[in-house]
Nanobody, 128 residues
Framework: QERVVEAGGGLVQAGGSLRLSCAASGRTFPSSHLGWFRQAPGKEREFVAYINWSGLTTYYADSVQGRFTISRDNAKNTVYLQMNSMKPEDTATYYC?????????????????????WGQGTQVTVSS
């Protein structure tokens, strides 16, 4: 079992920035693929960003492309989500997820099914 803990959520004004972090406990973290998802009230959880084990490949949802940046520090077993130019529609609970599985089709990592371990989530609220 791997423990995954998010931090960094809070309240921010529209146009502002936040950085989320996610620490994972597993020894396999350096070879794991990582994702961020979010769930707004009354909506289904949706993909936000993905980073592969090396950090050289990233994907973003169209809604956050150009505003959010995912990165990782394998020495600290931590993945980050830098969120800039935030909008009220970014308000949601943000979840970090860890995948120990390899999928030849990278698009699979945009789906919840690709991930083995999840954090409890951190709330992000963007005021207008």
């Amino acid at each position: 079992q791997e423990r995954v803990v998010e931090a960094g959520g809070g309240l921010v004004q529209a146009g502002g920035s936040l950085r989320l972090s996610c620490a994972a406990s597993g020894r396999t973290f350096p070879s794991s693929h990582l994702g961020w998802f979010r769930q707004a009230p009354g909506k289904e959880r949706e993909f936000v960003a993905y980073i592969n084990w090396s950090g050289l490949t990233t994907y973003y949802a169209d809604s956050v492309q150009g505003r959010f940046t995912i990165s990782r520090d394998n020495a600290k077993n931590t993945v980050y989500l830098q969120m800039n130019s935030m909008k009220p529609e970014d308000t949601a609970t943000y979840y970090c997820a860890v995948s120990r599985s390899y999928y030849s089709n990278d698009y699979t990592y945009r789906t919840e099914q690709a991930y083995d371990f999840w954090g409890q989530g951190t709330q992000v609220t963007v005021s207008s």
